[in-house]
C-alpha cells in the first residue's frame, strides 16, 4: 500500500509561486507514474502533470506549460510541482496519485491506484 503525503499549499497573490512536493512510503513496486491533480469546488478532477520513476518524459497539461514543471528526486523519493505565474483559477485542491504503469500521457483519474488527501492551493486576484 502506498501512502502519499502532499504539502506546500497555501494562499498566494496572483502572479506568485508556490511549490509542491508529494512524499511516497510504503511502495513495493519498481515501475510507476507519480501525477499531480486538482479539483476546483464543483468542478471535476483534472490532470495537470506526471512524471515516470526514471523522470524521463514529464508530462504537463496543455494550460500548465510554461508556467508549471514537475520533476523527481529520487534520493528523497519526491515529486515535485514548482506553480509560477499562479493565476485565480489555479485555485483547487492539489492531489498526488500514483500509478503501477510507467504511462504519463494519459490523464484519467481513473487510472491511478493510489492518492494523497490533497492540499490547498488559494491565489487570490
Known amino acids: 500500500q502506498v501512502h502519499l503525503t502532499e504539502s506546500g499549499g497555501g494562499l498566494v497573490q496572483a502572479g506568485g509561486s508556490l511549490r509542491l512536493s508529494c512524499v511516497a512510503s510504503g511502495r513495493t513496486f519498481n515501475t510507476y507514474t507519480t501525477a499531480w491533480f486538482r479539483q476546483a469546488p464543483g468542478k471535476e478532477r483534472e490532470f495537470v502533470g506526471a512524471i515516470s520513476r526514471s523522470g524521463a518524459s514529464p508530462n504537463l497539461a496543455d494550460s500548465e506549460k510554461g508556467r508549471f514543471t514537475i520533476s523527481r528526486n529520487a534520493a528523497r523519493d519526491t515529486v515535485n510541482l514548482q506553480m509560477n505565474s499562479l493565476k485565480p483559477e489555479d485555485t483547487a485542491v492539489y492531489y498526488c496519485?500514483?500509478?503501477?504503469?510507467?504511462?504519463?500521457?494519459?490523464?484519467?483519474?481513473?487510472?491511478?491506484?493510489?492518492w494523497g488527501q490533497g492540499t490547498q492551493v488559494t491565489v487570490s486576484s
Open positions: 496519485a500514483e500509478k503501477k504503469v510507467a504511462i504519463t500521457f494519459t490523464i484519467s483519474p481513473s487510472e491511478y491506484d493510489y
